[in-house]
């Protein structure tokens, strides 16, 4: 049995654990993300081998490998390949008038928590997914995820067949989820062999409007948002 394919009941806490983890190793690799690799090791080891090993390998290649070497990488591998962006309404809608639609649904997902978002990023970035689900509204977060979780699945083999060191991250991620249903398996094969659709009409009038939380006693809370300095996103 291949490791993808055991999946183990995880505790609240080892969700939020495995998550913001991932949230972290994913973004843009800079001093703030080396500095917190330790930690990030130190708590998967409360994770099941199957979800922490993979995280733990991310968090290794990401402490011996020089900061310029990786955020080249990261440039090359995320900003560069269509198939292998951290965007997940990317793959079912591509640039197209209906993903605007889908991204709106992520940030009113968020308004329903009582949080809001910087606009300088946009809400369907798998680290700022797994942000929130960690840190936020674990169900609504979860179901975000499964929710494209076809696009995440295409990430992962774009990243595998590329050899790439990052889809460890994608894989510790997946381990999260309940195993593919039988739809989920054709939207993702369909996906990996045509692509997302290509009509490009820009997302401007979509991209990230302020929202206000209404009826939350706090009023609006930013979300923290991982940022990619000196990156493309």
């Known amino acids: 049995m291949s490791r993808r394919s055991l999946k183990p009941n995880l505790s609240d806490d080892q969700l939020t654990i495995a998550w913001q983890s991932v949230s972290l190793l994913l973004d843009y690799p800079d001093d703030r993300v080396l500095e917190r690799l330790q930690l990030v090791r130190s708590a998967s080891r409360q994770l099941p081998s199957v979800v922490g090993e993979p995280i733990r390998q991310l968090a290794a290649h ?13 440039v090359t591998t995320f900003d560069n390949q269509r198939r292998c962006n951290l965007f997940l309404t990317y793959f079912a809608h591509g640039d197209t008038r209906q993903r605007g639609v889908a991204l709106l649904r992520f940030k009113q997902t968020y308004l329903r928590s009582g949080y809001a978002i910087d606009d300088s990023e946009l809400p369907d970035h798998l680290c700022v997914v797994l942000e929130y689900a960690a840190t936020v509204d674990r169900d609504l977060g979860r179901r975000l995820l499964l929710d494209h979780r076809a696009g995440l699945e295409v990430l992962r083999l774009a990243l595998e067949d590329a050899r790439s060191p990052w889809v460890t991250g994608v894989e510790a991620v997946s381990a999260t989820l309940p195993p593919l249903r039988g739809d989920e398996r054709d939207a993702v094969r369909r996906l990996a062999a045509e692509g997302p659709p290509e ?6 009038p979509f991209a990230t409007p302020a929202f206000a939380a209404t009826g939350s006693p706090h009023g609006t809370v930013p979300l923290p948002m991982p940022t990619a300095r ?3 996103r």
Do not use: N
Request: charged share 15%.
């Open 62 to 74: 990401l402490g011996s490998t020089p900061l310029t070497a990786l955020q080249a990488d990261y």
């Open 230 to 232: 000196g990156g493309t």
């Open 199 to 204: 009509e490009e009409v820009g997302l401007a």
